[in-house]
């Protein structure tokens, strides 16, 4: 069964604390993603990456880095913590069109659920 | 500037009725329309896809309708039943590579 499992399901952190978020899939996916869920909002598109060690700005980067050292791992990285980074943050992971039996699935983790005090 | 716009944000429907949401988008390179469904405490996942090729697409209860011309799409949920409440997101990808998702609807269906 293949899965994007995000580590962490229930976050509390403080203002002005360092988080990550991990984001782990099994499926050899080359392009993987952090959104970010707000009720009104729909999905958002924090950072995504095509490939190892690469990462492209989403929608709404400001407060939020990535890495990706690895293909199947991408991570979420809040340098320091802020009350509106509260949110449902959701990891997803694809294959490109132009390799490998492509159905355009985008493939979601579960969601970590992070509060900020 | 939302790529993918999407009506109603909330939904109620009486058992066996139809739901129906509508999506609208701009962007004519977009060459793959989803709709994911999620419950709460879950990611989404995948319900139905269409390209723009084709004007419909049907798997069991769930219908998705494509007007290329008026760039809009919809998603028909016949005899919706209790177990169909969740959020639901139409989307628009360009190949696989960038994914536009609507700000989702929450749909009720009342026994």
């Known amino acids: 069964d293949v899965k994007v499992t995000q580590s962490s399901r229930y976050l509390v952190k403080r203002t002005g604390e360092k988080v990550f978020l991990e984001c782990v899939q099994d499926m050899d996916h080359e392009n993987m993603f952090w959104y970010r869920q707000d009720p009104g909002l729909g999905l958002r598109l924090i950072y995504f990456?095509?490939?190892?060690?690469?990462?492209e700005k989403g929608d709404i980067p400001e407060g939020y880095s990535v890495s990706r050292e690895k293909k199947e791992r991408f991570s979420l990285i809040l340098e320091s913590a802020s009350t509106n980074q509260t949110s449902m943050y959701l990891c997803?992971?694809?294959?490109?069109?132009?390799?490998?039996?492509?159905?355009?699935?985008?493939?979601f983790g579960e969601g970590s659920r992070l509060t900020v005090l | 500037q939302q790529q993918v716009k999407q009506s109603p944000q909330s939904l109620i429907v009486q058992k066996g009725g139809i739901s129906i949401i509508n999506c609208a988008y701009e962007n004519t390179a977009f060459d793959y329309f989803p709709w994911y469904q999620q419950f709460p405490g879950k990611g989404p996942a995948l319900l139905i896809a269409?390209?723009?090729?084709?004007s419909e697409k049907k798997e069991g209860r769930f219908t998705i309708s494509f007007n290329k011309s008026a760039k809009q799409f919809s998603l028909h949920i016949m005899d919706s039943q209790p177990g169909d409440s969740a959020t639901y997101f139409c989307?628009?990808?360009?190949?696989?590579?960038?994914?536009?998702f609507g700000t989702g609807t929450s749909l009720t269906v009342i026994p």
């Open positions: 269409i390209r723009p090729d084709v």
């Open positions: 997803a992971s694809t294959s490109p069109a132009t390799s490998g039996p492509n159905t355009g699935e985008l493939f």
């Open positions: 990456s095509y490939d190892v060690k690469m990462k």
């Open positions: 989307a628009a990808s360009i190949f696989g590579n960038q994914f536009y």
